[in-house]
């Protein structure tokens, strides 16, 4: 992720939990769920799943006792509803690590209509940004289960007073969709940790004048809209009355994501939209769509451009390790970009050549081989924007060596040297020494280690983790394993301690 002009993101969020008290649904607020009684029984403690996995990064986010293998989305989109945007419902399959008679998904502002596990009622509570359900029978560990939850409204965007807004934005046409790291229980239930990675579906029902883009590959063909005249409603009834909105022209799409995805990448972006579908000289499938209101940028030039990357991180990086690339720019008033699974999207600011290659790396180092807890995020960003340093000196554009030397040269630079990229702390953890300490970590390496053992590690790194999540530990165990050589002093000084590294 990088912003549009910085080239550090300025935002996250973590949804704050408080569980003084569990307020069950109200009817106006989509309902209660089943009684405690019969049926029902109070949980032993034992039996409970944890309300979060425990990251200071992310307080709240994610839960315990269970792992998510799939999410089936539902999802009818109706951009500037005045009465609601969303109409939801997720099937979740999971299986159970310990024994539960309750457990919670993230979950927050949306009305909960009616929750099921396993096709039975279910009882359901809200505690801030949590659902909490009550299965009618207890789940052994080791069950696989389902759950089934429908869900309406408006979702809002997450604002957070260090980090920016993000999540749910509404653009002029339309939505736009990017939730790291805290914003995707804001549009659909989720165990909202990237520790828990899924496969997804989007079923995605839009106005026949709109254009839905998710991540992964379509069951069918996507039409552009972009540019054209928004598509009449069917005249009103001759007592003026308004046309219901079931009645109304729409269109309906299915997105699969067959590799597992942290649920903060998902996306769905509703718009007028320009799209281009073709294969990468490498053979991927390349999906690439663009509002054609955000002047400056060419759809097919931008295309061609996410094609020849992905080509060119094949090279460096190994087998392109997802069914599809590409790449949204979308009209939305957002100044950063975010690498969402297949497909990474870009706000108003447009698509620079630059944040393209870093956002395209992200599909190796973030989206493929993610973190296990925030504190790691140097291995997406430190990667990313050591690949768009690579690319600007393929280019011609900045050689490496002179923008490691630049950054290095500036040895008052507090917030470089200040903040150790390996745990940044929560306010700091899409600050600069992330991703330009990261990436020069990555050279002092590849210095270190010479040009084919570090480019053994990165493909080893990128092979080994495949489609799971990692830590920085384990990323030191690679690099020694591969390179022969005992890191952990190099590593330390560069990740872990403050002050500019000597003699690296």
Request: net charge negative.
């Amino acid at each position: 992720m990088t912003a549009g002009s910085s080239r550090i993101a300025p935002r996250a969020a973590a949804g704050l939990l408080v569980f003084a008290s569990l307020t069950a649904c109200q009817p106006g607020a989509g309902g209660d769920g089943p009684p405690t009684s019969p049926g029902f029984s109070q949980p032993a403690a034992g039996d409970v799943g944890a309300p979060g996995v425990g990251d200071a990064y992310t307080p709240g986010d994610g839960n315990g006792g269970y792992d998510v293998q799939h999410y089936d989305l539902k999802l009818r989109i109706t951009p500037g509803d005045p009465a609601k945007e969303l109409d939801g419902v997720a099937d979740i399959s999971a299986t159970a690590t310990q024994d539960l008679a309750r457990f919670n998904l993230d979950l927050s502002g949306l009305n909960v209509g009616d929750v099921k596990v396993d096709g039975a009622a279910a009882r359901f509570e809200r505690a801030e940004n949590e659902l909490v359900i009550t299965p009618a029978k207890r789940l052994a560990k080791n069950a696989k289960f389902t759950v089934r939850v429908a869900y309406s409204g408006t979702p809002q965007p997450v604002s957070d007073p260090l980090l920016g807004r993000y999540g749910w934005i509404r653009t002029p046409d339309g939505v736009f969709v990017a939730c790291q790291p805290s914003g995707a229980h804001t549009w659909y239930p989720a165990n909202s940790h990237p520790s828990d990675k899924a496969t997804f579906a989007f079923t995605v029902t839009v106005p026949d004048n709109l254009t839905a883009i998710a991540n992964g590959e379509p069951d069918k063909p996507v039409a552009s809209t972009g540019g054209a005249s928004p598509v009449p409603s069917p005249a009103p009834s001759r007592t003026g009355s308004a046309v219901p909105i079931g009645h109304r022209l729409e269109t309906t799409n299915t997105w699969r994501v067959r590799e597992p995805m942290a649920p903060y990448l998902a996306t769905v972006n509703v718009g007028r939209f320009e799209v281009r579908q073709s294969r990468t000289p490498g053979g991927i499938l390349n999906i690439t769509a663009v509002d054609p209101e955000v002047r400056g940028v060419d759809i097919d030039a931008f295309h061609a451009k996410n094609a020849e990357i992905t080509d060119a991180w094949v090279k460096l990086f190994g087998p392109y390790p997802f069914g599809s690339t590409g790449g949204l720019v979308d009209n939305a008033d957002v100044g950063f970009a975010l690498e969402t699974q297949t497909r990474s999207v870009y706000g108003s600011f447009g698509a620079p050549e630059s944040i393209v290659a870093h956002e395209i790396a992200h599909m190796w180092f973030g989206d493929s081989v993610s973190i296990t807890s925030w504190k790691d995020i140097w291995l997406n960003e430190g990667f990313a924007s050591y690949a768009d340093w690579m690319w600007d000196d393929r280019r011609g554009v900045a050689p490496l060596q002179a923008k490691f030397d630049q950054l290095y040269a500036q040895a008052g630079n507090r917030q470089l040297w200040d903040v150790p990229p390996g745990n940044p702390g929560r306010g700091q953890m899409f600050d600069r020494a992330v991703y330009d300490r990261g990436a020069m970590t990555l050279h002092a390496l590849r210095t270190k280690v010479g040009d084919d053992k570090f480019f053994d590690i990165l493909r080893a790194w990128a092979k080994d983790y495949r489609h799971r999540n990692a830590t920085t530990p384990q990323f030191i165990a690679v690099a020694e394993r591969v390179s022969g050589q005992q890191l952990d002093s190099f590593f330390d000084k560069w990740l872990y301690q403050r002050g500019r590294p000597a003699n690296y």
